[in-house]
């Protein structure tokens, strides 16, 4: 009666795609234990690796929330839980470190029931997650740390979520800079009206950058990876931004951006080698202007 589930950090919005794209990386990522108790009710009774920076009543904290509105829906507020989470990525990195957590908390309390709800069945329970997490119930961290690979939004009312193909030689090179740029914040700071001549611009690259992952056209993805609505805005919180992608398209990457709503960046690569070599090139670039960073190669 104790299950215990990996969920991994994710990489949401891929530059063009703010809201509606995201994906999943091999490491990072959260762990958290499940077990059944006889004290009814759901028990957070354990968080390590968060330095102390997440709630902890059961009510707030995104995980036992999460697990809490779950039994509520499938009338099983009855039984007794405990909750250890235990986070092994930063928290506040722009890699999805609270849908990791909700991700997590999820599938092991579905798993410990016997599996009543189909995995695509969790996804409205954590992007309520989120939304008591970041202040926003956005799906495109959720989705990709549930169902893996790359996922699209296609709507979210009604929810309607699509898994999309990843190109063979798919990698990214994901640098999170210790800096602070909670979602929340990061959020508030875009504008909220776009004109329609921008708004072309951005759907073009975001068809495009869909349209490449199919086809399996590597140039066709990098020229899709643009942003003209919310990287203007967001680039200005993080520190290095544009000497990190230039580091990053000299050494060979296909496109480059901003991880979520930051601090963290990711580049698109072909190859291993070339994700490592971007990770290093940025990591010393940040280490020379004394800010200490995280790296990680990941496959697509
Ligand atoms: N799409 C969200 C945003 C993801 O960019 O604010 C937050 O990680």
């Known amino acids: 009666d104790c299950v215990h589930v990996f969920a991994p950090a994710t990489v949401a919005n891929i530059v063009c795609g703010f809201d509606v794209l995201g994906f999943a990386l091999d490491e990072p990522g959260d762990e958290v234990t499940l077990r059944r108790t006889d004290k009814t ?24 929330a999460s697990v809490m509105t779950f039994l509520k829906h499938i009338g099983r507020t009855g039984i007794g839980v405990e909750i250890e989470l235990h986070k092994q990525m930063p928290v506040g990195s722009g890699l999805g470190s609270s849908a990791a957590s909700t991700v ?50 296609r709507s979210y009312e009604p929810l309607d979520v699509i898994a999309l193909p990843a190109p063979q030689s798919l990698y990214a090179a994901v640098v999170f ?29 975001i068809a495009g950058l869909v349209s490449g992952l199919f086809t399996a056209d590597y140039d066709l993805i990098g020229r899709s990876m643009h942003d003209v609505l919310i990287e203007p805005t967001r680039a200005i919180l993080i520190p290095e931004f544009y000497e990190m992608r230039k580091l990053a398209m000299d050494a060979g990457a296909l496109g480059f951006g901003i991880s979520g709503s930051g601090p963290s960046v990711f580049a698109f ?13 940025i990591q010393s670039h940040l280490m020379q202007q004394g800010i200490e960073s995280n790296g990680y190669v990941s496959g697509i």
Not at 109 to 131: H, K, M, V
Not at 179 to 205: C, F, H, Y
Not at 269 to 281: C, H, K, P
């Open 41 to 64: 009710g759901v028990h957070l009774v354990n968080i390590t690796g968060d330095g102390g920076r997440l709630p902890r009543e059961a009510e707030k904290n995104t995980v036992s």
């Open 104 to 153: 997590a908390g999820l599938f092991a309390i579905n798993t410990l029931l016997g599996s009543p709800l189909s995995r695509r069945d969790l996804l409205p329970f954590a992007i309520q997650g989120e939304a008591l997490a970041c202040g926003h119930g956005h799906a495109d961290n959720v989705a990709p740390a549930l169902l893996g690979g790359i996922t699209l939004v």
């Open 177 to 205: 800079p210790h800096v602070d740029v909670p979602t929340r914040d990061a959020r508030q700071m875009i504008r909220t009206k776009v004109s329609l001549k921008e708004a072309v611009v951005q759907w073009g690259n």
């Open 269 to 281: 690569v072909q190859s291993r080698e070339t994700a490592a070599r971007i990770t290093s090139a």
